[in-house]
Every structure is written in structure tokens, then in C-alpha cells.
């Protein structure tokens, strides 16, 4: 297990590039994300377009000349786009730009539009026929397809064993983000019971956190209350992330803890690279 961070969180934090943050933070893993126009960040700023084989090793090579590994692309597709077959396309060339990259994994959306208005067995059919069209286009490669614990329907047990199940094999789990049941309202000892029941599909992960006041951390909330009041750097929230690495070490879990503070907008200037400073240094003491 190592520690990694997204390229977003880096930028967030006033990084003048993705390089400066990783120097910075003692790291040399980030998560980039990766647009419909298959645009990426590069390291020492600005951007590329990996739309051809010599575009991706281009990119490769920029990646090992500093030292640093990709760990997984970052989608926010949509399964009820108004072009599916052209959500499809983009997500497979992803898939095939990350094995060519030797990342371990693309994080997939599970939010979905319109999520709320599709019965749960209607949603878990639609995101099983995607992952299996993309699997069968994608034969060669062993790179896995995380589902983020995300949004109204991400963050149910149902639905996500619902698609596990569906799909089969190994190439499909989850990129768990550790702070996304406890949003979701989940109680906090719940949080724990539900990591560890998929902590043997964890490809991939987001680690945040939040410390909610005490009287309400053992009790059921709405969807995301307030989050934005209470969301704090990954050492002081009510997630105990020590506990968190040891449920994912027991099933043999040994990919990237990958920082994704969202606090940072709670904090000014300098702040907020201290703060993620902080994480870093939080998350290397446990892995």
C-alpha cells in the first residue's frame, strides 16, 4: 500500500503544478483525471491530448523522466448519456491509455442522471451492460474499472453488489472513497461494517473526512448534511483511517491511499498546502 494524491487536490491546494505538489508533499503517485477529449494534466504544467499511440508514449515517457506513476485515470461519465456509444468509446480509450501507462485502475462515475427516477434493479442493469461492453472490448488488459462509492445511488450496498455480482470476474470493484458512506448518512459504525464488505473488491481508493459533532456520528442523517460545515482534514474527522488500512491489509489490499481533502476550501493562502502537507504525512505514518 502506498500514497498517492489527485492531481485536482494538488491544484486545489495553490500548487503551481502537479511536480511542485508531489515534491512538496514527499509523494510520487497521482491520479489524473482524464477528459471526453482525452486531455491530461502534464506535471510541470498545462496540458496534452493522448489521442494516438505516440501521444500516450510521449506522456509515458514524461511520466518516468520525473520520477512519477500514474495510478489511475479519473472519468465522471455519465451511463444515461444522450450518446451512450460515445461514452463507451471514451471510457475504452481510457481503459487502453491507462494499461499502455501501466496505471492499476480507472475510477468510474456511479452517478448516473436521472438516477433517482430509475428503480434500483433498472440502474444496476444499465451500469452491468456498460462495464461488460467495455469489458469485452478491452480483452488484453488487466486494468480494473473502480466504481466510486459516489452520489445518491454510489454509495448504496445494494446497488453496488447488485453490479459486482452482475458483472462477474475481477476486473470490476470499487474505488472506495473513505468519507463517502459516512456522507452518504450512513452511522459511523456502519462505515466500517460496509468498507470491510468490500474491502476484497477495493481496486482503487479517495480517502477524505469529516468530524461531525458527537451526538450525531452513531445515527442515520440525510444525504450530505452538511457536509460543507463539517468536512475536515483527513487526520481530524471521525474516520479512523488506521482502522480503514488495516481492514483493506487483511484483504490483501496493496494499492494507492489516494489523498482527495475536500476541506481545503475552508482554509486561506498557505494554509492550504500545510493542511495537505498534513495528510501526506498522516497517510505515509500508516501504510
Not at 46 to 59: C, E, F, K, N
Not at 94 to 111: H, N, Q, Y
Request: with cysteine; charged share 30%; proline share 3%.
Amino acid at each position: 500500500m502506498y500514497v498517492s494524491v489527485r492531481d485536482a487536490t494538488i491544484e486545489h491546494a495553490g500548487f503551481p503544478t502537479i511536480m511542485d505538489g508531489l515534491k512538496a508533499l514527499g509523494l510520487s503517485a497521482v491520479e489524473l483525471g482524464f477528459d471526453r477529449q482525452r486531455t491530461t494534466n502534464l506535471l510541470d504544467g498545462g496540458q496534452t491530448v493522448l489521442d494516438s499511440p505516440d501521444a500516450i508514449a510521449a506522456y509515458k515517457d514524461h511520466l518516468e523522466e520525473n520520477g512519477v506513476r500514474g495510478t489511475a485515470f479519473l472519468l465522471a461519465n455519465n451511463f444515461n448519456h444522450d450518446d451512450l456509444d460515445e461514452e463507451l468509446d471514451w471510457i475504452v480509450d481510457t481503459v487502453l491509455a491507462a494499461d499502455a501507462l501501466g496505471m492499476e485502475a480507472v475510477r468510474i462515475d456511479s452517478v448516473m442522471k436521472g438516477e433517482r427516477d430509475w428503480p434500483l434493479e433498472e440502474r444496476v442493469g444499465r451500469f452491468v451492460e456498460c462495464l461488460k461492453k467495455i469489458i469485452e472490448r478491452t480483452p488484453d488488459t488487466d486494468i480494473h474499472l473502480g466504481m466510486e462509492n459516489h452520489g445518491f445511488q454510489g454509495n448504496d450496498p445494494n446497488f453496488l453488489d447488485g453490479v459486482i455480482e452482475g458483472v462477474g470476474g475481477n476486473r470490476v470493484g470499487l474505488t472506495l472513497d473513505t468519507g463517502n458512506f459516512y456522507w452518504r448518512g450512513h452511522p459511523i459504525d456502519n462505515v466500517y461494517d460496509i468498507i470491510e464488505h468490500f474491502s476484497s473488491f477495493t481496486r482503487h481508493t479517495h480517502v477524505k473526512n469529516i468530524n461531525y459533532p458527537e451526538d450525531v456520528r452513531a445515527t442515520e442523517r440525510e444525504l450530505g448534511w452538511k457536509y460543507g460545515e463539517y468536512v475536515s482534514p483527513i487526520p481530524d474527522g471521525d474516520i479512523d483511517h488506521a482502522r480503514v488500512v488495516e481492514i483493506l491489509e487483511a484483504a490483501n489490499y496493496t494499492g494507492d491511499m489516494c489523498i482527495e481533502d475536500e476541506s481545503l476550501g475552508k482554509f486561506e493562502g498557505d494554509e492550504r498546502k500545510t493542511t495537505l502537507k498534513r495528510d501526506a504525512d498522516y497517510l505515509l505514518g500508516l501504510v
